[in-house]
């Protein structure tokens, strides 16, 4: 699936999109209290890659994280601009950042990662390693599954990672696992997190 793709899947259903999904109302607490732990935890900027309707990185961003979202779908960045306008937005997508080496104190890839096929993830992880510091964080959301394989996603066609082999794909690009977990919701897929740190 090419980016153009992803991107104009996006933006035809973007408004439905941001409606079901674009509030902190619809995020579950569990990821509310992962992510604002995780980015209180970072000293310096923090990048929200693919960051949709903007809801993330305002969340970072009003409890005092120096947080800023790229994004990728025209429509999104629109809205977020709009909506939160005293959060910087600029567009942008994997697997090239347009942000100096090193440059970033974390990176937050909430769902961004789940459309690229299996042969393009390699790319987009080194991409995220040149970005972030030594010593920098990564927390990625994802579904996961027993293999990787690709799913009927409600927008375009997504794939499932089963943790382990998402994380040696991390480690293979410089970052080390510092935590994981899963959890499956009532009618839902099976949605798993990686927290890992740049080495």
Sequence with gaps: MTRAAVTAAYG??????????????????????????????????????????????DFLVRHGVDAE?????PEFLEHA?????????????????????????????????????????????????RVIRPGGGLLVGFFTGERVEPFAHAVVTAYYWPI?????????AGFRIVATSSRADPGGRKQ???VAERV
């Excluded at 382990?164 to 293979?172: I, P, S």
Aim: zero cysteines; a negative charge; proline letters at 5%.
């Design 12 to 57: 035809a259903r973007a408004g439905e999109y941001t409606d079901l999904f674009g509030t902190m109302d619809a995020a579950h607490a569990a990821d509310r209290a992962l992510i604002l732990d995780w980015g209180r935890r970072l000293d310096g900027p923090v990048f929200d890659v693919g960051s949709g309707p903007g809801h993330w990185t």
């Design 69 to 73: 979202g790229i994004e990728m779908v």
């Design 81 to 129: 601009r709009t909506r939160f306008s005293d959060v910087r937005f600029r567009a942008g997508s994997l697997p090239d950042l347009d942000l100096p080496d090193a440059s970033a104190a974390g990176i937050l890839s909430w769902y961004s990662l789940i459309h690229l096929a299996p042969d393009e993830l390699p790319a987009a992880l080194a991409e995220l390693a």
């Design 164 to 172: 382990e082999a998402l994380g040696r794909l991390l480690a293979e």
């Design 192 to 194: 798993a997190t990686i």
